[in-house]
Nanobody
């Protein structure tokens, strides 16, 4: 299984970016997907997740109302639309594939993609 993230870059505060993550290797539509991020000197943290159908989504409080996760199962791709970006959103963003279709407190990430760097300037 491979997850290829793209779309990172440099943006001014208040701007927008859309990250994409293309998956290959197993049936994409069977698995929940997520985005995590790791800022310099900090631990990796959860950002957002989406169930296999897209019917359920979850967000960290810090991004709720600004970020939107979505997926296109026909294209084997998950997206993260990031609006109203803040300097504190600066991090390497990682896409992830869970080991289940639905999400619960026990859901575990099975596959990590490589990161894409998002830098938000003030």
């Amino acid at each position: 299984v491979q997850l290829q993230a793209s779309g990172g870059g440099l943006v001014q505060a208040g701007g927008s970016l859309r990250l994409s993550c293309a998956a290959s290797g197993r049936t994409f539509s069977s698995y929940a997907m997520g985005w995590f991020r790791q800022a310099p000197g900090k631990e990796r943290e959860f950002v957002a997740a989406i169930s296999w159908s897209g019917g359920s989504t979850y967000y960290a409080d810090s991004v709720k109302g600004r970020f939107t996760i979505s997926r296109d199962n026909a294209k084997n791709t998950v997206y993260l639309q990031m609006n109203s970006l803040k300097p504190e959103d600066t991090a390497v963003y990682y896409c992830a594939q869970y080991g289940s279709s639905w999400l619960s407190a026990n859901s575990v990430v099975e596959v990590w993609g490589q990161g894409t760097l998002v830098t938000v300037s003030s």
